[in-house]
């Protein structure tokens, strides 16, 4: 499974980068909002340091504004890739974009059927947000599983990202049920890592080998 960060911090990207887990990064306008940068500081500055797809979000609710608007964010790199929101505008968009060659990411996926839809359209990758449809006492992951299945009857090429992760568990979950990528908080991807017993453990080596009398260096 791709790991992606769901982050517009370039100081999380730079330290994820460095682990070499990174396959790719998301934004929204949330997240650049966050970093309290202009849009196009930031996602430069992103661009230059990520090799695998960006996720780069349009504001405009019509068509045309959105097909203009991804034309001119394609423009920033090669690994761009639009995000367009789960809409009649946007799925009318993402079909001219694809034929432009403009990779899409179809965002704000709720249900199968919206990513469905999406796939039909062409999109390059579908968002279904996990976190959001827990909040409200659904069940996220039921839905990446039912896309996986959709996907894979009609052999859509339509990539899942897993967004909307709130936890080590929604990771887990996406990579049993073989979604293609998981986009996490940079949080998230740190918490991966940890296992108390992992601590544990090392600390008693390291005890035990100051016991050792003779050293190699
Ligand atoms: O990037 C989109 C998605 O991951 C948003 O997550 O936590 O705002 O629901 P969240």
Redesign the pocket.
Known sequence: MKIFL?TANVDEIKEALEWGLVDGV???P??ISKTGRGFEEVVREILELVEGPVSLEVVSTDAEGMIREARRLSELGENVVVKIPMTEEGIKAVKVLEGEGIATNV?LIFSPTQALLAAKAGASYV?P?V??IDDISWDGLTIVREIREIFSNYEYQTQIIV????HPKHVLESAKMGAHIC?M?FKVLKQLFKHPLTDVGLKRFLEDWEKVPQKPF
Request: without cysteine; hydrophobic residues 25%.
């Open positions: 769901d998301t934004t929204n949330t997240l965002t968002s947000f976190g959001r967004a909307s992760v709130r986009t908080p």
